[in-house]
């Protein structure tokens, strides 16, 4: 669905017109497609591995992967004292994460592993995205990886869960919701915004993530907010407030 809304958002734009990838295009953009598929299968793997609690903290993470990143792939984006104090600090959070146990059992070591790693394929996502934008034209570098994933992950479907899928009103409304505002606009405004701006930069807009992701996790998905979880948000939040500022 997000690819043929990405589609319809370039079509009305004109930006279809003349629409063609050139042979030396192929290979970053198959990168590009292979690193979108990576971090979002992770990501769905350790989503049933663990809380949404957790899961935030960790996903999030990513901001702070992206500075650490910046500093060796895109040229005068640099690792300062004061940024990387806040990647330490960051890391420290995460390390009493899971150095805590998991006294929850909605929550394993295994599904936070997954997506610690998949929090780092999202932030090497971003630093190459913010190289590619500059040579690509938006709408390619989008539907490179709609069209990766959507073949990637029918082919994995088919393997891995053979039962039909029961069509509900809550199902088709996931859909609508991933595909319209997750792949259409906010893919679109990130890719905007990393042409005009450094991926370090950018880290700002996850500050509050964190937050707001165990608060949400305690009042609708009802896991447990442990002295543990606070300590770890705190230490992402403080961490992401130094690299980004």
């Excluded at 880290?203 to 907010?225: E, I, K, N, R, Y």
């Amino acid at each position: 669905m997000g690819g043929g809304v990405i589609a319809l958002w370039a079509w009305a734009t004109g930006r279809l017109a003349g629409f063609r990838i050139e042979r030396h295009q192929w290979r970053p953009l198959l990168v590009l497609g292979a690193l979108f598929t990576a971090q979002i299968g992770t990501m769905n793997v350790a989503t049933g591995l663990t809380n949404a609690a957790h899961g935030s903290i960790l996903l999030n993470l990513h901001a702070v992967h992206t500075v650490v990143l910046a500093h060796f792939l895109i040229p005068g984006d640099r690792l300062s004292v004061r940024r990387l104090a806040g990647v330490l600090l960051a890391y420290a959070g995460i390390l009493v994460l899971f150095a805590s146990g998991r006294s929850d059992d909605s929550a394993s070591l295994l599904g936070d592993s997954i997506m610690f790693v998949s929090a780092a394929i999202l932030a090497e996502r971003t630093v190459y995205l913010a190289s590619a934008v500059q040579r690509f034209d938006p709408v390619t570098l989008l539907l490179a990886q709609a069209i990766t994933g959507v073949v990637v992950f029918m082919a994995l479907s088919q393997v891995l869960e053979p039962a039909p899928t029961r069509w509900t009103l809550r199902l088709a409304g996931a859909l609508l919701y991933q595909g319209a505002l997750v792949a259409d606009f906010c893919f679109v405004v990130n890719l905007w915004l990393l042409k005009r701006y450094r991926p370090s930069a950018l880290a700002t807009f996850s500050l509050t993530q964190p937050v707001f992701g165990v608060v949400a996790a305690t009042l609708v998905a009802g896991d447990p907010l442990t002295l543990v979880l606070l300590v770890a948000c705190a230490g992402v939040v403080a961490g992401i407030a130094l690299t980004v500022r």
